[in-house]
């Protein structure tokens, strides 16, 4: 049973239109019954600060954004199992950023990425990231990997699911 972390770099792609965009579009909208998303809370706080921000920016239209937030909270609801940020997160996020030098928001995917995969006994536990310090880390550590922007990645995903 596959388990995907998707950190904010690779949840983005599936509101707006940036490489590595049809990945993410098959892995979301085309999951096998046993295939599970998570999500930290951070990347909700992330990804709504963004599309705001880039609305308030004028890159994107009030109404776009809006209709993005809609459908992500949709999402939240339907599709993605949402982790908290808790102490523990935390603590295990700062070893993370002494082990690897990660920035803070990447060690907080990474330490919530190790400690589902710490409860998902028997599942391969897979970062879903577009961020190459971050996929570095994680395949360090011995999770499995997936940059939608790679090339090859459609064929990785059909592997990774079989």
């Known amino acids: 049973m596959p388990v995907f972390y998707i950190d904010t770099s690779a949840l ?3 509101y707006r239109t940036e490489q590595g965009a049809g990945v993410v579009e098959v892995l979301l909208s085309d999951p096998l019954p046993e ?3 998570f999500l930290s809370f951070l990347s909700v706080i992330e990804l709504t600060s963004g599309i705001l921000r880039l609305a308030r920016g004028r890159q994107l239209r ?3 954004a809006s209709e993005i937030l ?3 909270r949709r999402d939240i609801r339907t599709l993605f199992r949402i982790w908290p940020l ?6 295990d996020a700062l070893s993370q950023v002494e082990e690897h030098r ?3 928001a990447d060690a907080i995917h990474l330490a919530t990425a190790q400690k589902i995969a710490s409860l998902a006994s028997g599942a391969t536990v897979v970062m ?3 961020d190459q310090e971050l996929l570095d880390a994680t395949h360090a550590t011995g999770l499995a990997i997936l940059d939608p922007r790679a ?3 459609l064929e990785k995903l059909k592997q990774l699911r079989a």
């Open 128 to 130: 879903v990231s577009s």
């Open 70 to 72: 809609a459908r992500f």
């Open 151 to 153: 090339p090859g990645s």
């Open 86 to 91: 808790n102490e523990e997160v935390a603590a």
């Open 12 to 14: 983005v792609k599936r």
């Open 35 to 37: 295939d599970r998303f």
């Open 102 to 104: 990660l920035r803070s």
């Open 62 to 64: 009030e109404e776009t």
